[in-house]
């Protein structure tokens, strides 16, 4: 069974403050993905990863940055936090043996004030 | 840019009646990827099914949906319809060998008694 885990899962913020996501996956998958979740919206991806080192653009990058350090780790960054950024953020990996399916983490629901 | 349209919002049906979930996708994939993903509450969004192949019907938990091409259409359907099934449900698209998703809005579906 996949594994993808998130850190924390949830946090309060305060606006213009610096926010780190923390995603482990145990799973030995290429690719990982960061999502936030909004109602009216469904997933919305923000960045993505096809591995250690590399980092990509998603659909809403604005006002993120996102680290892949190593195959078991991605970050998503807020650097100067703002309340519109308020929302559930989902990590996801995938790229195994079903390759196209993807392995979602429990979410870190994220309060900006 | 590539597009994915469901039912909206809630859809509450009775106990024992049939389910129906409406997808369409828009997209310039030759070969795209359908899914549907489920969000039950306090879990982590799961895949439910996928298809890429035209008109082959792909069936898993009791819902099945059938991939028309030249309707570009995905829809989610169940013959009867359990309390259990009450969650978010999600379709998705990407091209084959791409594995970036792009998520519809969601659709709640509540089950009652």
């Known amino acids: 069974e996949a594994a993808v885990t998130q850190s924390p899962r949830n946090k309060v913020a305060v606006t213009g403050g610096k926010v780190t996501l923390s995603c482990n996956q145990t799973?030995?998958?290429?690719?990982m993905y960061w999502y936030r979740q909004d109602t009216g919206h469904g997933l919305r991806l923000i960045h993505y990863s096809y591995g250690a080192g590399s980092t990509e653009k998603g659909d809403i990058p604005d006002g993120y940055k996102a680290s892949r350090p190593s195959q078991e780790n991605f970050s998503l960054i807020l650097e100067l936090a703002t309340p519109s950024q308020t929302s559930v953020y989902f990590c996801?990996?995938?790229?195994?043996?079903?390759?196209?399916?993807?392995?979602f983490g429990p979410g870190t629901r994220l309060l900006v004030l | 840019g590539d597009s994915v349209t469901q039912t909206e919002g809630l859809v509450t049906l009775t106990e024992g009646l049939p389910v129906m979930l409406n997808c369409t996708y828009q997209?310039?994939?030759?070969?795209?990827?359908l899914f549907w993903y489920v969000h039950y509450l306090n879990e982590s969004p799961r895949l439910l099914l996928k298809s890429s192949t035209d008109n082959k019907r792909t069936e898993h938990q009791g819902f099945h949906a059938t991939l028309h091409k030249s309707s570009s259409s995905f829809h989610l359907q169940k013959s009867s319809a359990q309390l259990s099934d009450s969650a978010l449900y999600y379709c998705?698209?990407?091209?084959?060998?791409?594995?970036?998703?792009?998520f519809g809005a969601g659709t709640r579906l509540k089950v009652i008694a």
């Open positions: 996801a990996s995938g790229g195994g043996w079903d390759q196209d399916t993807q392995y």
């Open positions: 997209t310039i994939y030759s070969n795209p990827f």
């Open positions: 998705a698209l990407s091209d084959t060998g791409n594995y970036k998703y792009v």
């Open positions: 799973n030995n998958h290429n690719n």
